[in-house]
């Protein structure tokens, strides 16, 4: 399985592939993030040699065509293509129609392209959001942080009218672990607090340098 991208939604799609039982190879322009699939256990390389390779594909990127045309050219017939990241523009479904032979719908939200050269293509969800146009959406154990988050931020816009600049703020952080106490807590989950003395050793340089 191939995942181009390893932001959030491209660890996540990582992670659970590979707990599945799948052998992961992943895609990245940073070199970052790259070093970090590779620290985790996954192959890294580039799209082209990727696409040689893999039998189903997951983008998650956010980008336009990072599967291409020349990429699908080389990919095995039977290939699958799911892009689970942005608009319907991460594959460049518009060039696929372009150079089909025929097409076909195997089951709803499952196309299949022939090819001229006899390759067969299966596209998910027409190459939109697959979580989204092909399942129910997102869950609201998911959701509901979103929501929470989103309440917060326009919360805190309100109040705070007039002090603000002209820019793109982060969420508070103190607002973000709020939201992440209460989720643990209505899981059921627990957690731990620093000690008086930890918390000055972690404020302080002067023990342990």
Known sequence: MVVVGYGWCGRGVSMRAKGHGANVAVVEVDAVKALEAAMDGFRVMNMMAAAKIGDIFVTVTGD??????????????????????????????????KIKKTKRTIRKFLEEYTLKSGKKIYLLGEGRLVNLAAAEGHPAEVMDLSFANQSLAAEFLVKNKGNLESKVYVLPKKLDQMVARLKLKVMGMGLEKLTREQKKYLNSWKEGT
């Open 64 to 97: 336009k065509h990072v599967i291409d045309l020349k990429h699908i050219r080389v990919m095995k017939s039977g290939a699958i293509l799911a892009n689970s990241g942005h608009f319907d523009v991460e594959i460049n479904v518009a060039g696929l129609e």
